[in-house]
């Protein structure tokens, strides 16, 4: 039961360019979203989060974009640089419920 | 401030045999949970802890089980292993509740079923 996915296993972008990842959600109980950084040999490390009742947040180069109506997020990376080549996680949670995370995507910056 | 420490960090077990795996929170945190890293499915959620009690549990068969101490560390076993399980196991902490907010992760747990 995939209640996040994360359609896309991989992107590749070049650095200085923008890379935008997407995530997709079922359940429309989720009301706090975020994104989780993972880098190989580590754990998953927490990037930025979103509660439901906006629409943008912003901290420094990433932004996170929810659109509830569409049940859909995306992470925006400007400008992408070589150090975020990672596989990212979104992740979701409805109150008093556990987190739950799609299959990731692994983004490659080159440079 | 220590991390989320999980040990041990490589294990290999055969089908059949039971292993049992250990996170320690960072200090102050009060829940714990357990997730399942395989290729191509993500981190799936195995159970939380909180104060010493399981507060959710995650779609896996009973031969997953997990227990959290007065301190707040946790195990997790797995008996009668099956090769699907051969999988990094992460543990995360946080203060409040994984629900509430940022996970704190561990470096993972490595199984290898033979």
């Known amino acids: 039961d995939q209640q996040v996915k994360q359609n896309s296993p991989s992107l590749s972008v070049q650095e200085g360019r923008i890379s935008i990842l997407n995530c997709d959600y079922t359940n429309s109980m989720f009301d706090y979203f975020l994104w989780y950084k993972k880098y190989p040999a580590e754990g998953p490390t927490f990037l930025i989060s979103?509660?439901?009742?906006?629409d943008k947040n912003e901290d420094g180069r990433f932004t996170v974009f929810l659109n509830k109506s569409a049940k859909h997020l995306s992470l925006h990376i400007v400008p992408s640089q070589p150090g975020d080549s990672a596989v990212y996680f979104c992740a979701a949670s409805a109150n008093n419920n556990d987190m739950r995370f799609g299959a990731g995507t692994r983004l490659t910056v080159k440079p | 401030k220590a991390g989320v420490t999980q040990t041990p960090r490589y294990l290999i077990k055969t089908r059949g045999q039971q292993v049992t795996l250990s996170c320690s929170p960072i200090s102050g945190h009060r829940s714990v949970s357990w997730y399942q890293q395989t290729p191509g499915q993500g981190l799936q959620f195995l159970f939380e802890?909180?104060?010493?009690?399981?507060?959710n549990k995650g779609n896996f068969p009973g031969r997953f089980s997990g227990r959290q101490f007065s301190n707040s560390r946790s195990e997790m076993n797995v008996s009668t292993l099956e090769l699907g399980d051969s999988a990094l196991y992460l543990c995360a902490s946080s203060w409040r509740g994984s629900h509430t907010g940022e996970l704190f992760f561990g470096e993972g747990s490595r199984l290898t079923v033979l």
């Open positions: 802890y909180f104060s010493e009690t399981q507060r």
């Open positions: 979103i509660s439901s009742i906006k």
